[in-house]
Structure formats: C-alpha cells, structure tokens
C-alpha cells in the first residue's frame, strides 16, 4: 500500500498548529510526528532530526530564520535525515522525554530543543540554538549535522536504548513546612523580590503557597517576601502599563527589562495570585493589577469564548518592538496621557498570536476568574469563570475523551494528564458557586485516576505514537499535571464524599511550591466548611472549600466544629483575622 504522504515535500501547511505553519516556507522537507512517518523514518533506515519549539520562541524564530531557511543545510537533511517539527505545547510527553535526554546529557534545556534519533527512534544527540554559520566559538549547524552523521555511520551500533534517570518518586523531600519556609527565606532576594539573583519569572507557585502558609501563620517575614515581589513584579518591567497583564520574565534582577512574550498561563496564574494578595492585604495596587490582567485578557487573549495561548515577544522579527520607543516618538508624546500613549502602540505592527485554545491554561484561567470574583466582589468575573467553565467541557469534552486543545475548529483529541487535572479542579471551584455538576466531577475524577499507575503519575497514557511518560513534580512555569492532579483529587474527594488515604510529602522548595500547597493543605491546614446556603467569600479564609451541608460545620485540622446559624460561623473567622 502507497504511503498517502509525499516525503519529498515540506507538509506542514497541512498541519493544525501556528508553530508548525511558521515553518511550513522552510526548503527542509519538515513532516509531523506521527506513525507514518516514524514507520517511513525506520523502513528507509534514516536518521531521525527532530525539532522541539513553540509558536511565541523568539531563539526558534532566529533558528527558523537562519538555519532552518538555508538550501545548503535543507540539502543535507532531506537528503540523509528525515525531519520532524513538534509542538511542544501539543506534545508535552514528547517533549518532557526528550527534554530528559537532553538536560541529562548536555546539563541543561531550552528550545528550540534539537534532538537526532535513530531510524528506530533511540535519541543520541541533542542541543538547542545552533547558529547557521560558526559564532563565539560554536560549530555552524550543518557542521553539527555532518559530525553527527558520520558518527552515527561509524558508530551506529554503539546506541543504546534512552531511559532517563530522572526517578521523580526519588525527589528530595522535606520535613515539614518550617524547613520548607527556611529553603524558600533563604533564596529571597531581598532588595528586588523574588528568587535568585539572575533573570527574574514570576514565582506564583511560591506565592500562592506563600499566600496560603501567610494566612495560617502570619509574620513579618512572610508578608516582605510575598508583597515585595507583588509590588516590584507590578511597578516593574514586568507588567504592562498601558495594555495591563504580564510579560513572560525579566531578563534582569532588577525587575526592569522584560521579555515580551505574553502567555496565557501568566495572566491566568498571576491573576489567581494578586487576587488572593487583594484579599489578605488589601492593597488598591493589587486589585489595580486584577483589573489590568482582565483588560489584557479581553484585548490580547479573547477569542469567542475561550482564549488564545500566547502573543510572541518579536514583530518583525524584532525583539519587543512594538512595545519600545524611540527618543522622538517620546519627545512628541511625553507629557499625553497613558491612554494616547497605548493609542499610538496599538497603531504599530503587532506581535503574532499563537491562537490555539489549550484546555489546561484554559481551565487556570477559570479558576482564576472565579478567585478574582470572590475577592474582588466582582459577579462580572465570577460569570466569566463560570462561563468559561461551561464553553470548554462544551467545545474541547465529547462526555468521553478530554481534548488537549483545538486550532482553528481542529481538536487534538488526545488528552493529556494536565487536561484532566486542570479540568477537574476548574469543576471543584465552580462547584462552590452552585453546588452542582457532581456527576460530571465523579466522570473526571475516574479518568484522571487512569493516570494513575503502579503508585506513579503518568503524562500520558493514549498516545499511539509514542511510549507512555512519567510526570514530573516541576511546577514551572505552571504547576505541574501532578500538582493539578492532587488537589484535584483532594477537593473532589470532599465533594464526592470520598476518603484519599495516600500521604504526600514535601517536595522541593521553590521547584514544587505548588504541590507543596497540596500537602500543606492534606496536612490538616484548610477548612471544609458546610452550609445550607453559599457564604460569602470575603469572610472566609483563602484556604477553605465550601461543601452543601445540612449543617454549619467548620472541619479543620483534623476535627469538626458545628455551629447554630451562619452568623456564628463566620464570626469564628472574623475573630481568626490576621490583620
């Protein structure tokens, strides 16, 4: 039977991901990454070149512009390799896998992520940018595919079979969450804010843990760190002034000098974060930032009913441009408002979209509407998360198979742990607006405990083209599908009624910050609180659930207090209060 794809050609204008179509002009014969082409890759006995990225990567960009669009270095690979590009952000399995190998034998990451296979798909060499021609020091990239190349025709039985060493079961846990807080206190930097000494990202695993052990166990201490960093994250380079919402870092540790990239997964966790830094602290700048995040999100990130991934940090292939300004344009400027100033940028070129809807970043965003709304005491946010709720179980769920994301009506219909966690957690959280959709959270409850194998969290299970992948605890830049996972499992199970018995421990400080709230929580530090009816939010605590009851209780640290009425509930909490 006649392969249905023409491997002579480049086919990724037939692909459904803006990454992949950025490259579907380059003279490399680029293919997918599915069975057909692996099968090909095998029966011609080909080497396998391999190229990781996502669609806002600035160094993918530079890569695409110079190596990937050089006729001397296509020549080469269509001739002694066949090519593959993937969506990092549509195969996190691959990617985590191969990320392994190449951390594991070059000490460090990044994309794009370069990774030669053999015919039979065994990786063994692998690197990000390589420059088209010899720079600094580094080899030109078509000398890295010769080297290669020959290697492998004189070595080729020397590859062995990649299994990574990476045991995430194995990671350095933590005593409790004293010890946690030294790690964390210890690694402050405390003349900017936020952790270490280098390029700045917005830690809102740290915070959000930071958030919730502040509202337990209030210090001077704690409060530095965490509104240090709100307030240089907000007043630096980091925030957009005039269009509101969050670049992707700051390249310095100062705060000043941002990376343009905007995702979707910043604003969504950092609108979760200055919410919850809203209601503890009560400071107008932080619900300022809320409101700044939102507008973002209805004029960069809207699209119908669900919202778009990322806007790349490059216009014109140009770091930044259209958010940077020249001497001239500032003199004539300069004393108008922030208004004309934003009118003027938007009348610039602006940066791509990267207009794939991905279900986990999604489901954040949810629960991050519903936080804002809650403490902001704001309905209007609190129907966007609802609606947002409701539009993704109706565009990306079929009441079998969670979809991983969909562009341009197309779903990638394979799930993937992070899907079913991030989804089912959205449910809890809407959960406590109504009190309903029970029987969907039972559905996504059983399909996420599929992930669950042997005592081990898997990234994905379904995939027909590829070996199932152990999840990480790495919560970063997002918490991890693992981290998802459990307090997911641990808020439904307070809904359902149901027990989870397994202990969690501490994990690595800053690195898992998020799944250490989780075990924070599981150790008795939150509040299961039963009612007749909703209770406002303002009056309760951040680290609480609220449960359709018969009765008023409050379950905290292992015991269950029950009270006459509402009033005599809430005052409990009021007298609790940190301020």
């Known amino acids: 039977m006649k392969a249905s794809t023409d491997f002579t050609r480049n086919n990724l204008d037939r692909a459904n991901s803006p990454y992949l179509k950025q490259h579907q002009g380059n003279p490399i014969h680029w293919q997918e990454w599915n069975k057909e082409v692996l099968d090909y890759a095998q029966k011609e006995n080909r080497l396998i070149f391999v190229s990781v990225g996502y669609a806002t990567c600035h160094w993918c960009h ?107 079961d194995t990671e350095v846990e933590v005593k409790n969450e004293k010890v946690l807080l030294n790690a964390i206190t210890s690694r402050f930097d405390r003349e900017y804010g936020g952790w270490g000494d ?23 201490d704690t409060k530095n760190m965490i509104t240090q960093t709100l ?17 992707r870092y700051c390249v310095d540790r100062q705060w000043r000098i941002p990376h343009f990239e905007k995702m979707l997964y910043d604003q969504a966790m950092l609108l979760w974060v200055y919410s919850l830094g809203y209601k503890i602290f009560g400071e107008s700048l932080y619900k300022e930032v809320v409101q700044g995040i939102i507008s973002s999100l209805d004029t960069v990130f809207a699209s119908n009913d669900l919202y778009y991934s990322a806007t790349d940090a490059d216009t014109n292939h140009k770091e930044g441009e259209t958010y940077l300004w020249s001497q001239d344009e500032l003199k004539e400027i300069l004393s108008e408002t922030e208004r004309k100033l934003l009118e003027i940028r938007n009348k610039k070129v602006q940066p791509d979209k990267d207009r794939k809807i991905i279900t986990s970043w999604n ?3 949810g629960i991050a509407f519903l936080i804002a709304g809650r403490y902001l005491k704001n309905d209007s946010y609190k129907k966007r998360g609802l609606y947002l709720h409701q539009q993704l179980i109706t565009a990306h769920w079929n009441d079998e198979t969670l979809a991983h994301s969909s562009y341009e009506d197309h779903l990638q219909k394979q799930p993937f ?30 399909k996420l405990m599929g992930y669950y194998k042997e005592g081990k969290w898997m990234e994905s299970i379904e995939a027909l083209d590829f070996k199932p992948v152990s999840a990480s605890f790495f919560d970063h830049p997002t918490p991890s599908g693992i981290s998802l996972a459990e307090e997911a499992l641990r808020r439904s199970a307070l809904i359902l009624g149901e027990v989870d018995e397994r202990n969690l421990k501490y994990k690595t400080p800053l690195s898992s910050d998020f799944y250490n709230l989780v075990v924070f929580y599981k150790l008795g530090n939150f509040h299961e609180i039963h009612s007749k009816e909703g209770l406002i939010y303002l009056k309760l605590p951040i680290n609480s659930i609220q449960l359709k009851g018969q009765e008023y209780q409050d379950c905290y640290k292992m015991e269950c207090r029950r009270f006459e009425n509402q009033k005599t509930l809430l005052d409990t909490f009021n007298k609790k209060s940190i301020f």
Request: hydrophobic residues 40%.
């Open 198 to 220: 280098g390029a700045k990202f917005p830690a809102y695993n740290t915070l959000i843990f930071l958030l919730n052990y502040f509202a337990e166990y209030p210090s001077d």
């Open 231 to 247: 307030d240089n994250m907000a007043k630096g380079g980091l925030y957009d002034h005039l269009q509101g919402g969050f670049f």
């Open 417 to 446: 742990l992070e899907d079913y966690a991030s989804t089912l957690l959205l449910l809890t959280f809407a959960y406590e607006e109504d009190f309903t959709n029970v029987e969907l959270i039972k559905k996504l409850r059983s």
């Open 363 to 365: 489901a954040l965003l």
């Open 62 to 168: 530079v890569m695409a512009k110079e190596a990937f669009s050089d006729f001397g270095v296509a020549d080469f690979l269509n001739k002694h390799f066949v090519s593959i590009k993937i969506d990092r952000e549509q195969r996190p399995d691959i990617d985590e896998h191969f990320m392994n190998f190449l951390t594991e034998t070059q000490g460090n990451g990044g994309w794009p992520m370069n990774v030669v296979l053999t015919p039979d798909q065994k990786p063994f060499f692998a690197g990000t940018y390589f420059p088209l021609e010899p720079t600094f020091g580094r080899p030109g990239f078509k000398q890295v595919l010769e080297k290669v190349y020959d290697w492998y025709t004189k070595n080729s039985q020397d590859v062995k079979p990649y299994t990574s060493n990476k045991d995430f």
